[in-house]
């Protein structure tokens, strides 16, 4: 799972857990990995200088994601 962003700075997040997180949940809504959970780790980076890892856990219709994380930006939301 990779994830791109070049109009806004980012050329490559090197480990995407939104990403990891959305693969796991197609792969419930699809069935493709049984009803009695599953685990799996994504390991990416490697290529780019920043290798990194994330945890996927499933069970049942939750999903946990888990691994360490970097601050990169900053900011503040404002909704009107």
Known sequence: MRSFAPAVGV????VCGSGNTA???CLIHTGSMGKDGFQYIARQGTQVGRDGQVS???DGAKIRVGGYAVTCVE?????D
């Open 56 to 58: 996927i856990s499933v």
């Open 75 to 79: 900011g503040k939301l404002r909704i």
């Open 11 to 14: 050329a490559e997040d090197p």
């Open 23 to 25: 693969v796991a949940a």
